[in-house]
Structure formats: C-alpha cells, structure tokens
C-alpha cells in the first residue's frame, strides 16, 4: 500500500494559484511551426513522387504562404520571451544538445529552402508581380533546374521542422506528461496532417482533392495510433504519469482533448474523408477546417495540461 | 573541487529563517522564492513522521536546465554549482520547463534566476546567508571533495538522500534523514 503523504511549504499558496510558465504563444507556434512543416513535406512529397507537373496553384499559394506562417510563428515565440532584446543570443551560439538551440537554427535554415522552391515553382499572381532583375532571373533558373534536390531539402527540412516541435517539449523532462519519445512524431503526423488540410482547403482540382484526401486519411489514422502509444506509454511508467495521463483521459482537460481533438478533429474528418473518397459524401471544406481547428487545440491542450501535473507538488 | 550543501532534516524546525536571509541577501523579490520550507507527513495516525525540509535549487550534476538551456545562459561553475548568465538569458523558460524541483522562476526584470549557492559569499569564506542565519545549524555547506570538510564528514555518516532521485539529475543538495 501506497503510504499517506502530506505536504505543505512556503510557496504552497503561490503554486496554489497555478504554475503556468508557457502560456498560449507556445501552442500557437507548435502549430504553425507544424503547419509550415506539413506543406513543405506535402508539396515536397508530390514534387518527388509525381514530378513538379503536378502541383497545383493551390500547393505552389501554399508554399508562398509558408514563410508568412512561420514568420508568424517565430513572433509568437518572440512574444513569449521575458527578455526579447537577448532574441539574438539564440544566434551567437549552436547547442545540439538543446532542442531549443538546434530548433532555432532549423527555422533559419529552412527560409531560403522555402524562397528557392517559391522561386522554382512560383504562384501565378505573385509571379506576374516579381520584378525583373538580372540576378532575381539568375537565382530563378538556377531553382528550376535544382527543383529535385531542393524538393529533398523541403522534405527533410520540413520533417525536422515538424519532429523538433514535439522534441521541444518532451526533453524537459520535469513534465510527465511530455516525456515521452513519442511527442516527436506525433507532432511530425500532427503538423503533417494539418498541412495535408490547409492544401485541401485551398484546392479547386478535384483528382488533387482526393489524393490529398487519401494522405490525410492515412496520416489520421498514423496519429491516433502515436496518441495511443504516447497515453499507453505513460500509463505503464508509474503513478506520477498516471496522474498526468489522467489529466487529458478523465481530468479537467478531457473534454477537450477526447471530445474536441480526438472525436471531432480526428474520428469525424478521417470517418468523413473516408466516405467521399468512396463517393458516399461530397469532399467538403468542413473537413480540413475540422482537422486544421484539432490541430491547434491537440497544442493547446499538450502544453496546458501537461504544466498541470509536475515533479514537485508544493 | 565539489561544493554541496548537506542539511540535517532532524535539526531544522521550519522557522524559515533561511528563507528570509536568502530573500534579504539576494533581494528576492515579492511572492518569488530562492529557497523554501518543505513539510512532509507521512503515515496515518498514530504511526505519523514529519521530515521537514529547506529546499532550493539541487546544483544538479547532470541538470536538464543547463542541457536545454538554447544560449548558454545556464552553465557549470568550476565548483559544479549550477550558475545563470543573465546578459544571455533570454528569458525562453525551457529550464523552468526543465527542473524538476520548480527551483526556477522568471525575475521581473525578466531574466530567470534561483539559488546560486551564495557562491558570492563562499568565495569571501563566509557561509551562505541560509546556513549562516539558521538558528539550529541545519545546514551545512563546502567541498565534497575535501576529505576534511563538514559536509564530507556528514556524507561518510551515511543515511542521507535527495529530492525526486527518479529525476535522475544527481542532485548535490542532501537530506539526513
């Protein structure tokens, strides 16, 4: 039998209040970070598998929208930091051993991948708007004829993109619920998944439509089976991360995380797309704005309730 | 040279008197805390045991803070103490997500700071402001490495432990039991 504890210290009623040290920044940009890593993966994908012919002006608006997002993204982190003129210490040094460190590089170095395949494949509106310059036409048909190589450093570069956002939160370890492997490629099929969407929200051609539909259906599928590994995982691990795990399954936060991330951003869109790739319901715009909403609230509900439950009690 | 603080827990009565020095010496401002008193109960009437406790940073060894730390504003002072660099502290709270003791916290001039082991004062050979004010001397801190030291002698004595060792950070701060 488990022995009874009591504690109790000084900064009991400060810890009382709550100890929340991220607040909404941090989802915000996982998700965007992860949306930004899903189109990259995405158009990077169909480049490699079907060659550049087949994507479409909706994919090419996608990846001219990517560094809008990130940039968005990184400004939400930005907003995050208590001392934001020390924002250029994370450049004067490089530490692989911090995800953090290592992350903010990633986001420097996947910029001139995104402005390459911009340039190699670029959206027709934004096109009849580039100026003509000796050198712009130069980088121009330098990207086209590189459209390969830079489709591999879009994938790679969009899956670590994508894998350090879970990283991120499941190296510190002070967080049961977070510590666990597998965050990492959650938040990789998450981010893709959500990515796969935003296309199928912008996307008119319908054979492309269904293609998309057929990758988010099995990426829906690959991220309920990582949830599962990641709550079984941490309930096997000890009362502390049973306690955590209980949190998001029966807590405060279930509700959200079981009705709204699971069932209504997962189960209803994966059972929906399902359906109209038989040709038993119409692809609709429902769907992707269903797993984009999951997506961002899968975040929320991560960061937040796993800030509830922590090593020290008072 | 290996400096820990070794705190006898069958001495101290929780006056948090070393809260109140460590606030005064290292200005700690209002509702933060560098060091904090602990009472744990245990057990069910009348079989009861009360272990109280001083608490503050554990100058981890292996301190995920300072591994996760992006700009190496955590580091490893000579003596192993784990020391924060405020001019590279961007205040991105990774090594608050980090520490499994909750020893951190953000500063309101932004910077993150916690226990420094008094490493100010040890270098002028005085005690820490805890060990210093404690009215029953509790808390004793020096080098582990020096087979001469208190807290050395204390170590060889056995029946010692520390906070959450399934954290797995080799803490230096020690309770006897």
Redesign the interface.
């Known amino acids: 039998m488990q022995?009874?504890?009591?504690?109790?210290?000084?900064?009991a009623p400060?810890?009382e209040t709550g100890?929340l040290?991220?607040g909404w920044e941090i989802p915000v940009y996982l998700f965007l970070g992860g949306l930004v890593a899903g189109l990259m993966i995405t158009v990077s994908a169909v480049i490699l598998r079907y060659g550049k012919e087949r994507v479409t002006s909706a994919m090419r608006l996608g990846l001219l929208a990517a560094p809008v997002l990130l940039s968005l993204g990184m400004g939400a982190l930005f907003l995050?930091?208590?001392?934001?003129l020390?924002?250029f210490?994370?450049y004067?040094?490089f530490?692989p051993?911090?995800?953090?460190?290592l992350g903010?590089w990633v986001l420097i170095l996947v910029y001139p991948v995104q402005a390459l395949l911009v340039l190699a494949l670029p959206w027709h509106a934004f096109a009849s708007r580039l100026p003509a310059h000796a050198l712009l036409d130069r980088v121009r048909s330098l990207a086209e004829r590189l459209v390969r190589p830079l489709a591999w450093a879009g994938l790679l570069g969009g899956i670590a993109l994508g894998v350090y956002t879970g990283v991120?939160?499941s190296?510190?370890?002070?967080?049961p619920l977070w510590s666990s492997s597998s965050l990492g490629f959650l938040f990789l099929v998450s981010g893709s998944s959500t990515g796969v969407a935003a296309l199928m929200m912008a996307e008119r051609d319908h054979d492309t439509q269904a293609m998309l539909a057929r990758a988010d259906v099995a990426l829906i599928v690959a991220e309920l089976a990582v949830i599962a590994a990641w709550i079984i995982g941490l309930a096997t691990q000890g009362p502390l991360y049973r306690e955590a795990v209980s949190v998001v399954l029966s807590g405060s936060y279930a509700p959200m995380f079981l009705g709204i991330v699971v069932f209504g951003g997962l189960l209803v869109p994966m059972v929906l797309e399902a359906m109209a790739l038989r040709g038993k319901a119409m692809h609709s715009r429902l769907v992707p704005a269903l797993v984009l909403a999951g997506g961002l609230l899968l975040r929320f509900v991560i960061v937040y309730a796993g800030q509830e439950v922590?090593?020290?009690s008072? | 040279m290996r400096r820990v603080m070794v705190i006898d827990t069958s001495r101290c009565v929780g006056c948090?008197a070393c809260?109140i020095a460590c606030k005064n010496e290292n200005r700690v401002p209002e509702?933060k805390?560098r060091d904090?008193?602990?009472?744990?109960?245990?057990?069910?009437f009348p079989n009861l045991s009360l272990e109280i406790r001083s608490?503050r940073c554990n100058h981890c060894s292996d301190a995920?803070c300072i591994?996760?730390?992006?700009?190496?504003?955590s580091w490893y002072n000579d003596d192993g103490t784990v020391q924060i660099d405020r001019?590279?502290?961007?205040?991105?709270?990774?090594c608050?997500?980090?520490?499994?003791?909750?020893a951190r916290y953000?500063h309101p001039d932004?910077?993150?700071d916690k226990c420094s082991l008094c490493v100010h004062r040890l270098d002028r050979g005085q005690p820490t402001a805890c060990e210093e004010v404690c009215p029953t001397g509790a808390i004793v801190t020096g080098d582990a490495d020096d087979p001469g030291s208190e807290v050395a002698r204390l170590i060889r004595r056995g029946s010692l432990h520390v906070v959450?060792p399934e954290?797995?950070t080799r803490p230096n701060v020690y309770y006897i039991r």
């Open positions: 022995p009874h504890v009591e504690l109790d210290s000084t900064r400060l810890l100890h040290f991220w995050d930091l208590t001392l934001k020390h924002v210490r994370f004067l040094t530490r051993a911090a995800p953090m460190s903010s991120l939160l190296t510190t370890v002070a967080n922590r090593f020290f008072v | 948090e809260v509702g805390y904090w008193v602990t009472q744990e109960a245990r057990g069910e608490e995920h591994t996760n730390c992006p700009t190496g504003s001019s590279k502290c961007t205040g991105c709270k990774a608050i997500a980090s520490c499994p003791y909750g953000v932004g910077f993150v959450h954290a797995a």
